[in-house]
């Protein structure tokens, strides 16, 4: 396992020519399911930025059900799966909202596209939205992804569910051919031990090689409002690393987060494609 950065291998990122960021519901939201502001504009601000230097950046994002709940003023997640879908359908709408207002104040506008497992896996459909993505970057229209959670239900798996927006995003980033996934959430990167129950646990800075014993002791419950927990986030990058593409986890909260991991900072965990 490695604990520190070798050979400066984080200088691969300053070659990434096109970068998918994903930001997780805890990061765009409080616990109260009610939208961090202070975040999102970060969020979109960094974005922008990477786009003004001349890179492409894809933002996959989750949050609709957590921002449906805050916008509904619900105590809690409902457990019904209609219900869920319904809050979806709400949070998802002000969600956009939200980044629409941010990116404009960038002079950036941002367009919505809602994926399901299965339209990835159909070839047809996968090349239009191929296609779509394409001609939206060309444009330097900042697409913003989501999983279509009205239609797709992590019960019923034959409706073509991803289960969690990490593996979303490493769908988005294969696809796309990208170079770099960074995945911002809750925590900031891998850490040998949970940090939360482990005062002597360490931050993992660069990692060559994801290990079974990477994968065990990176299992665990998500956020109360979101889906994924760290071992989602190991799952996506082993499949990006498979495929040539870098990638980071990193903290979402963190000022200037995205500007840190382009300038090679020693922040988060460094993923090294194979």
């Given at each position: 396992?490695?604990v520190?950065d070798?050979g400066?291998?984080?200088?691969a990122?300053n070659?990434a ?6 930001v997780?519901?805890?990061t765009i939201?409080?616990?109260n399911g009610?939208?961090?502001?202070g975040?999102?504009?970060k ?6 930025d990477?786009w ?7 933002l ?21 799966i209609?219900?869920?879908q319904?809050?979806?359908a ?7 909202n939200a ?10 506008v ?14 047809l ?5 191929t296609n779509?993505?394409?001609a939206?970057l ?11 959670d ?5 019960e019923?798996?034959h409706?073509g569910t991803f ?6 995003s490493?769908d988005?980033?294969?696809l796309t051919?990208a170079?770099l ?6 925590i ?7 940090p939360?129950?482990d005062?002597?646990a ?7 090689e994801?290990t079974d014993?990477?994968l065990g002791f990176s299992?665990g419950?998500?956020?109360k409002?979101?889906?994924g ?7 996506a990058m082993q499949?990006?690393?498979g495929?040539?593409i870098?990638?980071v986890?990193a ?11 382009l ?8 993923f090294?494609?194979?």
């Open positions: 396992m490695q520190e070798i400066g291998s984080r200088y990122v070659f020519k096109r970068i998918v960021v994903k997780g519901t805890s939201t409080y616990e009610k939208m961090n502001h975040n999102i504009d969020l979109c601000r960094g974005i922008a990477i003004n230097s001349g890179r492409e950046v894809i996959v994002t989750s949050g609709a059900i957590g921002v449906g709940i805050g916008s509904l003023n619900l105590p809690s997640k409902p457990d019904d209609p219900q869920k319904a809050i979806a709400v949070g998802q709408c002000e969600l956009m980044y629409t207002r941010s990116f404009a104040e960038y002079s950036y941002c367009g919505q596209i809602l994926l399901t497992k299965d339209g990835i896996a159909d070839k459909q996968r090349h239009n939205i779509t993505l394409e939206m060309e444009k330097h229209l900042i697409p913003v992804i989501n999983e279509n009205t239609v797709s239900t992590s019923i798996w409706n289960g969690d927006n990490d593996t979303l490493a988005v980033a294969i051919n170079d996934l960074i995945i911002l959430s809750d900031d990167g891998l850490y040998t031990s949970n939360r129950e005062e002597n360490k931050r993992i800075s660069y990692v060559e994801i014993e990477m299992k419950a998500g956020s409002l979101g889906t927990g760290m071992y989602t986030k190991i799952t499949m990006v690393t495929k040539g870098n990638g986890i903290s979402g909260s963190q000022p200037q987060v995205l500007e840190q991991i300038d090679q900072d020693d922040i988060g965990t460094f090294a494609a194979k």
